[in-house]
């Protein structure tokens, strides 16, 4: 399995909007509706911000949103705050009990 | 409070063995599909392997296939991971998360162990 392309970086002031993409194959983003979304802060372990897609967990604000279009998935962060500057990765499952990230997409805020 | 904590991690030669430990708590385990996450120095996140809930299914990525073994002790709250044969490149911190109830996402991690494979 591949690990699924993403940008390197990303940026935006505060208020604005960024999005990220993340693009596979027909053999996981394509395949499957579970594209979820990791934000990582230095040191720290990865949180679920996106699952399914679209849906957001309890607790994240509804200013993170998800998409995707073929073997192509996005995440956008609107009304950029400058606690969203982090790394973030795609992640998809990749059929038999598999899963695959992204190579990851570090967050600016200018 | 939900909460998962590694153990284990450290400094082995090349060839060498390790065993982690992942403490759960604050959620009925045995209801949950289990797995480890690697993270490589500046790298992204890499699946490891994962098991379910009642242990009798487990799952690998083709790079660890062969030398690590998970399992699970329902009983004592624990998922392991028994990694052999260990390589430069399985260098990374090794997380343990919980998969969300129905769908493929991890919703609870550990804090991560270091395991540094070196001579």
């Known amino acids: 399995q591949s690990a699924l392309t993403q940008p390197p970086s990303a940026s935006g002031s505060p208020g604005q909007s960024v999005t990220i993409s993340c693009t596979g194959t027909?053999?996981?983003?394509?395949?499957?509706?579970?594209v979820s979304w990791y934000q990582q802060h230095p040191g720290k372990a990865p949180k679920l911000m996106i699952y399914?897609?679209?849906k957001r967990p309890s607790g994240v604000p509804d200013r993170f949103s998800g998409s995707k279009s073929g073997n192509t998935a996005s995440l956008t962060v609107s009304g950029l705050q400058a606690e969203d500057e982090a790394d973030y990765y795609c992640?998809?499952?990749?059929?038999?009990?598999?899963?695959?990230f992204g190579i990851g997409t570090k967050v600016t805020v200018l | 409070e939900v909460q998962l904590v590694e153990s284990g991690g450290g400094l082995v030669q090349p060839g060498g063995s390790l065993r982690l430990s992942c403490a759960a708590s604050?959620?009925?385990?045995?209801?949950?599909?289990m797995s480890w996450v690697r993270q490589a120095p500046g790298k992204g996140p890499e699946w490891v392997s994962g098991?379910?809930?009642?242990?009798?299914?487990?799952y690998y990525a083709d790079s660890v296939k062969g030398r690590f073994t998970i399992s699970r002790d329902n009983s004592k709250k624990t998922l392991y991971l028994q990694m052999n044969s260990l390589r430069a490149e399985d260098t990374a911190v090794y997380y343990c998360?919980?998969?969300?109830?129905?769908?493929?996402?991890?919703?609870?991690w550990g804090q991560g162990t270091v395991v540094t494979v070196s001579s």
């Open positions: 998360a919980k998969r969300a109830v129905d769908t493929a996402a991890f919703d609870i």
């Open positions: 604050g959620f009925i385990f045995s209801s949950y599909v």
């Open positions: 098991i379910s809930g009642s242990g009798g299914s487990t």
């Open positions: 027909s053999s996981d983003v394509g395949g499957y509706n579970y």
């Open positions: 399914e897609v679209s």
């Open positions: 992640s998809s499952y990749a059929g038999s009990n598999s899963y695959v």
